[in-house]
């Protein structure tokens, strides 16, 4: 969890008013802001709402944030998963938005992926001393809120 960052409750709820989004795909019992989301442990985290592993979760249609850990290799498996998911979705004339929350490392494959992709809707690059995360580790430390060290 220390490795990890959450978006903030006002991010959250301005996501739920605009995309009703309530679902997080990236996320842990202690960082999740929703009652439902993926997450690393599901044997652990299924009695917390832990819907399991995102790489095994293929919703339908719906709303989701997607902030995955903001490790490379991550990155890209997670960016894949995603723009599968909305082919899919696609594919079958279903509804569905991924709000995607992911550095702004403009040269790695994740991120070249989904900026390329025919399914991008919107993109908004914030620079890092514009905003900050909760802390994956906010339940050890004396404040919830960290700087991004990343554009993001």
Known sequence: AGFHAAIGPSVHRALKASLSVAFECCASPL?????????????????FGSFGSFASFTPKRGSFEVNPPFAPG?????C????????AAEASREPMT????LPGWLDS??????NASRL???R??????????????QHM????????????
Not at 74 to 78: G, H, K, R, S, T
Not at 98 to 101: E, G, S
Request: charged letters at 20%.
């Open 120 to 122: 991008l809707r919107r």
């Open 80 to 87: 894949a998963h995603v723009l599968a998911l909305l082919e």
């Open 109 to 114: 494959r994740g991120w070249q992926q989904v």
């Open 74 to 78: 991550m990155i890209d498996v997670v």
């Open 31 to 47: 960082n999740c802001y929703h009652d439902a989301f993926c997450s690393a442990f599901s044997d652990v985290d299924a009695p």
């Open 124 to 137: 908004l690059l914030v620079a890092a001393a514009d905003h900050g995360f909760v802390d994956g580790a």
């Open 141 to 152: 430390r004396r404040y919830s809120y960290r700087q991004s060290p990343y554009d993001t």
């Open 98 to 101: 991924m709000v995607m929350v």
